[in-house]
């Protein structure tokens, strides 16, 4: 059974802190994906990587980086975290090669900054 | 650019009533794909349809059906003889055809009375 995990369902995090939030696919896919879902915008894309250590700006990135040191792992860093980040953060994963192939999504990551 | 709309922020139906999602995208590209995500309450998307721009045949599986018309390019979606388990909220996708970067719509929430 395929499998995107995030580390965490709930996140409490205060302004200014650094945040990390981790995920990793199993399915050996050469892309990854993270997303931000706000009610009524849908999901956004913040960065992908097409493969490790590559990495490509969404919509939305500012305020974020990402690290992909391993294929498995994609990790969406938060460099100072400020209250309109709190949100949704869903990860995703597909394979690579020509498009249409589907995402595999993780059960996203609810974090809160105070 | 590549758009996908959905009109729809909110439906609400009783049980057993049949209902349509829509879904319009627009793109320049001429090789596309259009996706259906279910995101149940638990939060992780999962995925239903995926379709590419030359194929026009609508597809039925079991109470889901989904009627792709390029020509007003719309992806709709029906579900037949609702049920209480089909409350989600209901994303559109498109992705390209040279890469998987997805842009999806803002979803629309859909709420199955008993």
């Known amino acids: 059974d395929v499998k995107v995990t995030q580390s965490s369902r709930y996140l409490v995090k205060r302004t200014g802190e650094k945040v990390f939030l981790e995920c990793v696919q199993d399915?050996?896919?050469?892309?990854m994906f993270w997303y931000r879902q706000d009610p009524g915008l849908g999901l956004r894309l913040i960065y992908f990587?097409?493969?490790?250590?590559?990495?490509e700006k969404g919509d939305i990135p500012e305020g974020y980086s990402v690290s992909r040191e391993k294929k498995e792992r994609f990790s969406l860093i938060l460099e100072s975290a400020s209250t309109n980040q709190t949100s949704m953060y869903l990860c995703?994963?597909?394979?690579?090669?020509?498009?249409?192939?589907?995402?595999?999504f993780g059960q996203g990551t609810r974090l809160t900054v105070v | 650019a590549q758009k996908v709309t959905q009109a729809q922020t909110e439906i609400s139906v009783v049980e057993k009533e049949d209902v349509t999602l829509d879904c319009v995208y627009e793109t320049r590209d001429t090789t596309y794909y259009l996706f259906w995500y279910k995101q149940p309450p638990s939060g992780e998307l999962v995925f239903l349809i995926r379709r590419n721009s030359f194929d026009e045949q609508n597809e039925i599986s079991g109470r889901y059906s989904w009627n792709f018309q390029k020509s007003t390019s719309s992806f709709n979606f029906t579900i037949t003889a609702s049920q209480v388990v089909d409350s989600a909220v209901y994303f559109c996708a498109l992705s390209e055809a040279h890469f998987n970067k997805f842009y999806f719509g803002s979803g629309t929430k859909l709420n199955v009375k008993p």
């Open positions: 995703a994963s597909s394979a690579s090669g020509i498009g249409g192939t589907e995402a595999f």
């Open positions: 990587s097409y493969d490790v250590k590559m990495k």
């Open positions: 399915m050996d896919h050469e892309n």
